[in-house]
T-cell receptor
Framework: GQNIDQPTEMTATEGAIVQINCTYQ??????LFWYQQHAGEAPTFLSY????GLEEKGRFSSFLSRSKGYSYLLLKELQMKDSASYLC???????????FGTGTRLQVFP | DVKVTQSSRYLVKRTGEKVFLECVQD?????MFWYRQDPGLGLRLIYF???????EKGDIPEGYSVSREKKERFSLILESASTNQTSMYLC???????????FGDGTRLSIL
């Protein structure tokens, strides 16, 4: 079957670093996406990993280990505007469909 | 820049009504998707389309249908709305390969 797990909620302090984990099980893997979604808004694309390793984009980095079925999103120098939900999604190789986790709601406090 | 536009941000309808949700993309993408998003359940795929006049059922198609008469437009239809269809509906479009899906702003639909 297909399953994606990520924590429901996390809190952090402005200026700190936070790591949001995502574990997945899928019959055919063809890439993992991270999206950011502010309340009442559309999900916006943050990062994509298809090979093992770290992808860095400014304050945000994403890591993938295919053998462990594991990814994380790392947010550095947290800002208040980073308070949002972060969605992990895996693309199924056989169908090209995206399978989404339930999202991690991150609250950043001053 | 990629643009996916959903016709309404908020919509209130009554039980039994036929409801149309419209989505338009301007990127000439072949692939379009309709999801619903509910607390604790994440995004669930209702229907998708890989080409004009083509449609495929997603994971939760019951109670819904779709129409894709033109490449840029993908419509979601609730044939006879019910209260359990109250939700946030998100449309997305996608090019091939490693590109991400791009989402519209969503329609928050309430069925009374």
């Amino acid at each position: 079957g297909q399953n994606i797990d990520q924590p429901t909620e996390m809190t952090a302090t402005e200026g700190a670093i936070v790591q949001i984990n995502c574990t997945y099980q899928t019959s055919g893997f063809n890439g993992l996406f991270w999206y950011q979604q502010h309340a009442g808004e559309a999900p916006t694309f943050l990062s994509y990993n298809v090979l093992d390793g770290l992808e860095e984009k400014g304050r945000f980095s994403s890591f993938l280990s295919r053998s462990k079925g594991y990814s994380y999103l790392l947010l550095k120098e947290l800002q208040m505007k980073d308070s949002a939900s972060y969605l992990c999604a895996v693309r199924d190789r056989n169908t090209d469909k995206l399978i989404f986790g339930t999202g991690t709601r991150l609250q950043v406090f001053p | 820049d990629v643009k996916v536009t959903q016709s309404s941000r908020y919509l209130v309808k009554r039980t039994g009504e036929k409801v149309f949700l419209e989505c338009v993309q301007d990127m000439d993408h072949e692939n379009m998707f309709w999801y619903r998003q509910d607390p604790g359940l994440g995004l669930r795929l209702i229907y998708f389309s890989y080409d004009v006049k083509m449609k495929e059922k997603g994971d939760i198609p019951e109670g819904y249908s779709v129409s894709r008469e033109k490449k840029e437009r993908f419509s979601l239809i609730l044939e006879s709305a019910s209260t359990n269809q109250t939700s946030m509906y998100l449309c997305a479009s996608w090019d091939r390969g490693n590109q991400p899906q791009h989402f519209g702003d969503g329609t928050r639909l309430s069925i009374l």
